[in-house]
């Protein structure tokens, strides 16, 4: 069944979300804040609003997907900002991979909004082929009905539990995958110092038992200082928001920690 879907973020992750959700039937108003993304939303279908207020006007289910904790709490907070002009029962479903703190800040700042917590899990070529996975934080009914809308992009939407489970869920994923990374990058660097070339052992890993999903996008993206370059600065962006996560519940992370840190990919400081 078809919604109208308030977006604001349709930048590498967010404009694929918006096409497939146009796709899909939906109704989608847009906040963006580039002409040339404005343009080509607009000659998609996607009717473009100068604001994030705007986006709030006549929406109920309204997805964000930004970078950072501090471009959510710029669009979201202050009496001009997305909450603030949300009607009542709106839900609010944030995409960014940020802190819980802030997420519970949103909630708070607007009680009768449902902030969801949603990260996701996948590249823009998923989202392209309505294979993305969305994780969502949050009581269950309005998991259920931002479910239904963003299976237009998703082909697993898992409910965590209550608002913050789903982002904790994602960095500790995350902090996972660095320090896969950084093992395949090391196993990379002493194949090099045998004699193989980097090529040859990722083509000859996907047929052994080392293999990992790591070695699949490093493979898929052309090698690792092609994955290094493209990866490196939203995983070391998740490696800091998960050691500040670990830090508030007074915890760490540990052995993950330690071979992120000791990799030779620049993963953390």
């Given amino acids: 069944m078809s919604a109208a879907v308030g977006f604001i973020g349709p930048g590498q992750m967010g404009e694929p979300m918006v096409h497939r959700l146009l796709g899909a039937g939906h109704r989608v108003t847009v906040y963006a804040r580039r002409d040339e993304v404005r343009n080509r939303?607009?000659?998609?279908?996607?009717?473009v609003v100068d604001s994030a207020a705007g986006v709030?006007?006549?929406?109920?289910?309204?997805?964000?997907?930004?970078?950072?904790?501090?471009?959510?709490?710029?669009?979201?907070?202050?009496?001009?900002?997305?909450?603030?002009?949300?009607?009542?029962?709106?839900v609010v479903l944030s995409h960014t991979t940020g802190s819980v703190a802030t997420l519970r800040e949103l909630a708070?700042?607007?009680?009768?909004?449902?902030?969801?917590?949603?990260?996701?899990?996948?590249?823009?070529?998923?989202?392209?082929?309505?294979?993305?996975?969305?994780?969502?934080?949050?009581?269950?009914?309005?998991?259920e009905t931002a479910g239904s809308v963003v299976q237009a992009y998703a082909s697993t939407v898992l409910h965590t539990g209550e608002l913050g489970t789903a982002l904790n869920l994602k960095l500790v994923n995350n902090v996972l995958?660095?320090?896969?990374?950084?093992?395949?990058?090391?196993?990379?660097?002493?194949?090099?110092?045998?004699?193989i070339e980097p090529e040859d052992f990722l083509n000859a890993l996907a047929a052994c038992s080392a293999d990992s999903r790591v070695a699949g996008h490093v493979r898929g993206i052309g090698g690792i200082d092609n994955f290094t370059e493209l990866a490196a600065p939203f995983l070391r962006k998740d490696v800091d928001a998960a050691f500040t996560a670990a830090k508030d519940a007074g915890t760490d992370l540990g052995l993950l920690y330690d071979v992120i840190a000791r990799g030779p990919l620049p993963l953390t400081g």
Wanted: proline letters at 5%; hydrophobic letters at 50%; a negative charge.
């Fill in 41 to 47: 939303l607009t000659a998609a279908g996607a009717t």
């Fill in 56 to 90: 709030a006007e006549d929406h109920r289910i309204i997805i964000v997907c930004l970078f950072s904790d501090d471009q959510l709490r710029e669009v979201a907070l202050g009496p001009d900002g997305l909450l603030a002009q949300c009607a009542p029962g709106t």
């Fill in 108 to 143: 708070s700042a607007r009680p009768e909004v449902t902030v969801l917590d949603a990260p996701i899990s996948g590249t823009a070529e998923d989202i392209a082929n309505g294979r993305l996975t969305v994780l969502i934080g949050g009581p269950a009914d309005a998991a």
């Fill in 177 to 195: 995958f660095a320090a896969n990374a950084q093992l395949l990058s090391a196993a990379v660097a002493l194949a090099e110092d045998l004699d």
